[in-house]
């Protein structure tokens, strides 16, 4: 535990997630495979977004190559399984494995820029990785792809495919939210609001700055191997600036300042691209609008919507 983690801040949040964990739990028992598929998708585009968002909303540092990670994770595991050398649990190490050291050596690089050059960066290595999946025909299938990546027999029911990526999307979630409330966690909002400042008071910036995007990419690696599991493929656009676009868009629509922001943002970007995908093949057009009305009008994205109105709510009521 945290060196400030008190007790009841663990045991306060059981009323809050055991009622929605309970609601997930229960989402196979009325809803179709499709629906549990769409639901599945969130959850790992929600797991991806929120650990850009450690990035993003804990340091203010923004990242436009956070496919990379995803990327390295998803073919990673699924090479592995496909050429059948290693098991699905070993093969899951090895890609968590190859995901840190990625973060590790391109962190080094990364971090000794700031704001714009930061994340152009971090975007060309995200190029170079989808460069490598796209033209490597031999071993990742180029542009086809990986298709019928071999996994647990058990993992082929959408069903069992939905628990699987709960329980694990919810672990990583869980441990994520402990350490934004952690003292690095504490750290990393120092940096946010005032780089010179925390720098001042004996924070060591570069060095919170490196563990805090290895630990982001080794998370969205995670994402990137449960889309395998989901999909049983892996696709060159998993590297793409779209797919880490994506990830971008997800917190600023849910909210990059709250927590459950990007949980929130994934799950109405999931659900709005099926519906209006249904009846117009200009979803993007769509999707470029709501960026726009979210600069312009909710910066704080959703939550920080209902956020600001519960506290104007509670501060006219209270009057």
Not at 150 to 156: A, C, H, R
Not at 163 to 178: D, E, S
């Amino acid at each position: 535990m945290p060196a400030n983690m008190k007790p009841w801040m663990i045991t306060s949040l059981w009323p809050k997630i055991v009622p929605i964990v309970i609601l997930f739990f229960l989402f196979p028992l009325f809803l179709d495979d499709s629906a549990l598929s769409l639901i599945t998708e969130a959850l790992i585009l929600a797991l991806a977004g929120t650990a850009l968002n450690i990035l993003l909303g804990g340091c203010g540092i923004v990242s436009f190559g956070h496919a990379g990670f995803f990327a390295v994770g998803a073919y990673t595991f699924g090479l592995l399984l496909y050429y059948h050398l290693a098991s699905f649990w070993i093969a899951m190490i090895l890609a968590i494995l190859a995901v840190i050291l990625y973060g590790i050596i391109t962190g080094w690089f990364v971090v000794r820029l700031v704001e714009i050059y930061f994340a152009l960066l971090c975007l060309g290595f995200a190029q170079v990785i989808w460069v490598i999946t796209s033209v490597w025909y031999g071993v990742t299938g180029g542009d086809d792809g990986l298709n019928g990546i071999p996994i647990m027999n058990s993992l082929y029911s959408v069903g069992n495919t939905y628990y699987f990526v709960l329980t694990v999307a919810g672990i990583c979630l869980l441990a994520m939210y402990l350490m934004r409330e952690s003292p690095f966690g504490r750290y990393l909002h120092a940096l946010r609001d005032n780089r010179t400042r925390a720098a001042f008071i004996g924070v060591n910036t570069r060095q919170s700055i490196y563990i805090a995007f290895v630990i982001s990419g080794f998370f969205c690696g995670i994402a990137g191997i449960l889309i395998v599991i989901q999909l049983h493929s892996a696709f060159p656009s998993y590297a793409g600036f779209i797919k880490s676009g994506d990830f971008l868009f997800v917190c600023l629509l849910g909210g990059m300042y709250n927590f459950l922001g990007p949980l929130v943002g994934a799950f109405l970007f999931i659900f709005l691209t099926f519906f209006i995908c249904r009846y117009t093949e200009y979803w993007p057009l769509f999707m470029g609008l709501g960026i726009v009305l979210i600069a312009l009008f909710f910066r704080g994205g959703v939550m920080g919507f209902i956020m600001n109105w519960y506290r104007a709510r509670k501060v006219k009521g209270g009057c």
